[in-house]
């Protein structure tokens, strides 16, 4: 079946630097979706990505879509303490049901 | 802003029970889903719901597990007989329609301990 891979699992940073999650899917995807998952809290939609090739930004992330549509990434530029959390890719199907990849949680040191 | 609200909270249950998961959807929302997050993985898609049917199922949604829409408003997980490793963070989730371009809602969750 369809797989979503999604890497690293984990990432510390120190306040201010860059981070950056990859998602990788075994099959062509439709569209991908982010998610954010706070420690106890709910995946919350970040974004959606629809076209080959497509970059959306939304202030400090950048979320990227392959051409082949089979890879996406996230990118957080100058992170804060406000960005911690569990960052999920999730492939969609036609039927609207999510795939999710493993996560990456992401600690930002002060 | 409309949200999928959740009951209970968190629920602990003895093994062999049956437990019930209650979520109301976003009101005009046509299609309800079910998922579930084991404590530290990923969240695992169990159940799609549309039309009063369920529309797609994964291999972990078995002949333990039910859905049911009551009443129109309600969206029920069942789970006849629980086990230990139904421990897990269910979460409900409804969507517009479920095209690309419409957002999923999750709700907050509800944490079931099968002890």
């Known amino acids: 079946g369809q797989q979503v891979m999604q890497i690293p699992q984990y990432q510390h940073v120190q306040e201010g630097e860059d981070f950056t999650t990859y998602c990788n899917s075994s099959t062509t995807l439709s569209n991908i979706q982010w998610y954010k998952q706070r420690p106890g809290g709910h995946p919350v939609f970040l974004i959606q990505?629809?076209?080959?090739?497509e970059v959306k930004k939304q202030k400090r992330l950048t979320f990227q879509f392959g051409e082949a549509k089979k890879n996406s990434s996230l990118h957080i530029t100058a992170t804060q303490t406000t960005d911690v959390g569990t960052y999920f890719c999730a492939g969609r199907s036609n039927t609207g049901k999510l795939i999710f990849g493993q996560g990456t949680t992401l600690q930002v040191k002060p | 802003e409309p949200e999928v609200t959740q009951t209970p909270s968190h629920q602990v249950t003895q093994m062999g029970q049956e437990v019930i998961l209650r979520c109301v959807p976003i009101?005009?929302?046509?299609?309800f889903y079910w998922y579930r997050q084991i404590l530290g993985q990923k969240v695992e898609f169990l159940v799609s719901f549309y039309n009063n049917e369920i529309s797609e199922k994964s291999e972990i949604f078995d002949d333990q597990f039910s859905v049911e829409r009551p009443d129109g408003s309600n969206f029920t997980l069942k789970i006849r007989s629980t086990k230990l490793e139904d421990s897990a963070m269910y979460f409900c989730a409804s969507s517009v329609n479920p095209a690309g371009g419409n957002t999923i809602y999750f709700g907050e969750g509800s944490w079931l301990t099968v002890v």
């Open positions: 990505l629809v076209k080959s090739g």
């Open positions: 009101s005009n929302h046509l299609y």
